[in-house]
């Protein structure tokens, strides 16, 4: 049986590669041998089957219950989110990514979409895009979404590092003092005078360096 492969130690050939696509068949041969994986390691809800080395577009997620995505491909996307996500092939790595809350897939072996959302559920208690009975909490419905979008990426040769959502820094802009000395410049002039009595100069057009 194969294992993940620790990219932070090993090498992996497939993990930014866009896996081949396969038919149903082989597919859900592959699907069994990645749930076989994650029931034995107990410590993960997804696996793509480059991150065990294998190329082929074959996903599996166990949130709510077990799904295999065999070549999936989004119908639609909508409304952004970040969200914190691990991953089994960078282990101890916690990343704040931008996801969907809401998402419609399709796979090979099916021939409705699958549809997936974290949206707050209405009064009747169920989800806004729900057509049947959803009785799961929103945590793990959003959790799910994301799993599904997360496998999705490794699928095409995309990890949670490339998706990392990068604190912007914050500008905090100077308070200048009435009596704080400020060069400003028009042109080729240039002035250096406290800022009180620089104000009628800046109103000219004259800059602060």
């Not at 049947?132 to 997360?150: F, K, S």
């Not at 820094?169 to 002035?191: C, M, S, W, Y």
Request: hydrophobic share 35%; charged share 30%; proline share 2%.
């Amino acid at each position: 049986m194969n294992k993940v492969i620790n990219c932070l130690v090993n090498h992996n050939e497939y993990i930014n590669s866009k896996l081949k696509e396969v038919s149903v068949e082989e597919g859900l041969v592959i699907a069994e041998e990645l749930f076989q994986i994650l029931n034995k390691r107990g410590d993960g809800i997804g696996l793509a089957a480059n991150q065990v080395g294998i190329d082929a577009q074959v996903a599996v997620v166990n949130v709510r219950e077990p799904l295999v995505l065999i070549n999936p491909k989004y119908i639609k996307k909508e409304n952004k989110i970040i969200y914190g996500e691990g991953c089994l092939s960078f282990p101890n790595h916690v990343i704040r990514t931008k996801r969907y809350r809401d998402i419609i897939i399709s796979t090979e072996q099916s021939e409705s979409d699958w549809y997936f959302t974290g949206a707050e559920e209405n009064s009747d208690g169920k989800s806004v895009w729900d057509t049947g009975n959803m009785n799961q909490d929103r945590e793990n419905r959003l959790l799910e979404a994301v799993c599904i979008q997360h496998e999705i990426d490794h699928l095409n040769g995309i990890t949670i590092h490339d998706r990392e959502m990068k604190l912007e820094p914050t500008k905090v802009e100077k308070k200048i003092g009435r009596n704080h000395l400020v060069t400003i410049k028009k042109g080729d002039a240039v002035k250096v005078l406290k800022y009180k009595k620089a104000q009628n100069l800046l109103n000219q057009g004259w800059i602060i360096e």
